[in-house]
């Protein structure tokens, strides 16, 4: 309990001025609603703009993979999200980023989708998805009009997805880790021209997120360093490395302190969060770091009713 102890008076002294909010989509016990809504990481405040019925929008709590597949578009201020209805197949839905209100649903595609990445320079929707064969996915543009894909721009054989992916709109590719062989691999599809799939690079390591910065043409990444000791990281990727070539800031130097799934940047802060449990008694807990100077700081919420089943930060940078 000490070490608890440490942690709520650390994160009282590392209060700011600029607001730590994450929007999310949210579960409770509630076995027919979920919601839309914010999480203020300073004043633990779980903010529920709107709850959403499961028939409409899918069930996220049955995703394949351990991320709900969402992604804010700031020009409209809506998200897309993909969400499996009782058979199993997404459910694409447009939901007012700021109400969270339902726009419109899609079933127009049959396999499960993975991912989704917005392009906010060209309006873009791209989705990664499942093909009929195992380890054979495709990534896709998706017409935001009907939920139809508009064009297969890569696909990708051989490898097994995972939640993880990122989106460069400046240069106009779509990130993805896949597994190979027992390996992460970290791949490049172009969403200009005719699409492809650009580079697949072998990793060293076992990432547990990405995230990539547009205005400095970075790749941010969540590792566990257990050189030495065992310690959560952030790290910049480099893939003719296919490793991390530098280490820019420390989630937690506590074995009892798991990295899972959800990540988001603030690309106007320079702000990494990283979800993390504390020996899984506390699943809810939020970690940041800032990848420009090292400083961050973690929290648990304890007594939250609430699951998270993505994160994005909802902003405009141009
Ligand atoms: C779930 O939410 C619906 C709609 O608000 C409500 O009618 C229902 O009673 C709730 N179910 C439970 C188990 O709380
Ligand atoms: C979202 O809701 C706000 C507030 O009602 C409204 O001003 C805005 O036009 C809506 N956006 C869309 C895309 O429906
Ligand atoms: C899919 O890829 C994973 C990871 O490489 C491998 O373990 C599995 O056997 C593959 N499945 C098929 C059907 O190729
Ligand atoms: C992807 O785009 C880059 C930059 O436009 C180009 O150099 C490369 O050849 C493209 N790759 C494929 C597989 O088309
Ligand atoms: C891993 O930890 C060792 C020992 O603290 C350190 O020297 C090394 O730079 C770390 N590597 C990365 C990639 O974080």
Request: proline residues 0%.
């Given at each position: 309990m000490y070490f608890l102890f440490v942690l709520i008076i650390t994160s009282c002294l590392a209060k700011s001025d600029s607001s730590r909010i994450l929007h999310s989509v949210f579960s409770d016990s509630n076995t027919t609603q979920v919601y839309y809504g914010s999480i203020n990481y300073d004043t633990e405040q779980y903010n529920i703009f709107n709850s959403l019925n499961i028939n409409d929008v899918g069930n996220p709590k049955r995703i394949k993979y351990s991320v709900l597949p969402l992604t804010y578009d700031p020009n409209d201020d809506v998200i897309y999200m993909a969400a499996p209805d009782n058979d199993n197949r997404p459910i694409l839905s447009v939901i007012n980023a700021t109400t969270g209100h339902l726009l419109s649903t899609f079933k127009s595609i049959s396999n499960t989708i993975i991912s989704l990445q917005f392009d906010i320079f060209q309006k873009q929707l791209f989705a990664h998805i499942e093909s009929e064969k195992e380890n054979v996915t495709l990534l896709t543009e998706i017409d935001?009009?009907?939920?139809?894909?508009?064009?297969?721009?890569a696909t990708i054989r051989d490898s097994k997805p995972t939640y993880m992916s990122s989106y460069c709109p400046i240069c106009r590719k779509y990130f993805l880790m896949m597994i190979e062989d027992e390996h992460f691999v970290y791949a490049g599809v172009n969403t200009s021209n005719s699409g492809g799939l650009d580079w697949k690079a072998k990793l060293n390591y076992s990432p547990t997120g990405m995230k990539f910065d547009y205005k400095t043409f970075t790749m941010y990444t969540t590792y566990v360093n257990t050189s030495i000791r065992y310690v959560s990281s952030i790290g910049i990727l480099d893939r003719t490395k296919g490793g991390i070539s530098k280490n820019v800031g420390i989630i937690s130097e506590s074995p009892d302190v798991g990295v899972t799934s959800f990540s988001a940047f603030d690309i106007a802060e320079k702000i990494y969060y990283a979800s993390i449990t504390l020996d899984s008694v506390f699943p809810n807990g939020i970690s940041y770091v800032n990848v420009d100077n090292s400083q961050g700081d973690l929290n648990f919420f304890p007594n939250t009713k609430y699951n998270s089943h993505a994160w994005f930060i909802k902003q405009f940078v141009h």
């Open positions: 935001t009009t009907n939920g139809n894909i508009k064009h297969v721009l």
